[in-house]
């Protein structure tokens, strides 16, 4: 589908493979359990953005099904080069984590690392573990993407600051507290819009939150005042945001930015995402 000039790219899906052997299934109870609703896998994931006509989507490594085993995503990625690119998580209190890193990143199909705060241990926030990881990103030139909550921001701000070049993507906006539609004053999420490399991905959670308090434009239009509308990106956050398919979760993002103008539409819905998500050797 392209919309204002751009194909959609959607920043934040899930898959699952329905070959539990080649792929086993590590549930840690982090977020829902969404696999067990239908097959999720490569092809079946690829026919439902087809249907929508979406043209591309980045691969997120689902933590809560296997942990920081990334042989699916990858294999996904690099067997649909024009249609899905990775990114993998990280177990950050492995003390060669850095290391790992630096070897995700000579993959083509790996776009980024995921460093996993929800849930999950979130004791090396504020580490020197932190700092090494954001540097073998730059090497490696891998986007940071942080799935972490709002209070962990102040912690994480100066290895945000102190690599400057590597793009950083806040998974669901770091889930912001909300009244009605909008961040509340004085959230950890806004004292980051100085922060140049910072990108915002404004997922199906966050709208859906939105949309019980209010209109979900509200939430997207306060965030291109403070980040502006470069740095702000739609993910469907599917599978894992249950009870709506998948053209209804396109839907809700394409009216959240119905306001905007047409070149931060186009923005928002693909390309700021194929900026920071795109493969590196295309």
Not at 43 to 59: F, Q
Not at 81 to 96: E, G, L, N, S, Y
Request: glycine content about 8%; hydrophobic content about 45%; some cysteine.
């Amino acid at each position: 589908m392209a919309l204002f000039g751009t194909d959609v790219f959607d920043t934040h899906i899930h898959v699952a493979s329905d070959d539990i052997d080649r792929y086993p299934r590590q549930p840690t109870g982090v977020g829902s359990d969404w696999w067990l609703d239908g097959s999720f896998d490569a092809d079946s994931t690829l026919s439902v953005l087809s249907d929508a006509g979406v043209a591309r989507g980045v691969a997120v490594q689902a933590h809560g099904l296997y942990r920081f085993d990334n042989r699916y995503v990858i294999d996904v990625a690099t067997g649909h080069p024009d249609r899905m690119t990775a990114v993998v998580a990280v177990d950050m209190d492995r003390p060669d984590v850095a290391a790992e890193i630096v070897r995700y990143g000579e993959l083509p199909a790996v776009v980024g690392v995921r460093l996993f705060a929800v849930g999950g241990s979130d004791q090396w926030v504020g580490t020197p573990r932190v700092t090494a990881a954001f540097e073998a990103a730059a090497t490696s030139r891998l986007t940071v993407v942080l799935t972490v909550f709002a209070r962990h921001l102040a912690a994480l701000r100066p290895a945000i600051d102190g690599f400057p070049d590597v793009p950083v993507a806040l998974d669901h906006c770091a889930f912001p507290q909300l009244a009605g539609a909008s961040i509340v004053a004085g959230e950890p999420l806004l004292d980051l819009a100085g922060a140049r490399n910072v990108w915002l991905k404004a997922s199906s959670h966050n709208l859906l939150e939105a949309a019980a308090g209010g209109e979900p434009l509200e939430l997207v239009e306060q965030l291109v005042r403070h980040f502006g509308a470069d740095r702000l990106m739609w993910g469907s956050d599917y599978p894992q945001t249950r009870g709506h398919g998948y053209r209804a979760l396109l839907d809700l993002a394409l009216q959240s930015c119905r306001t905007l103008a047409p070149a931060a539409q186009e923005g928002f819905i693909g390309a700021n995402a194929a900026a920071i998500f795109a493969r590196r050797d295309a």
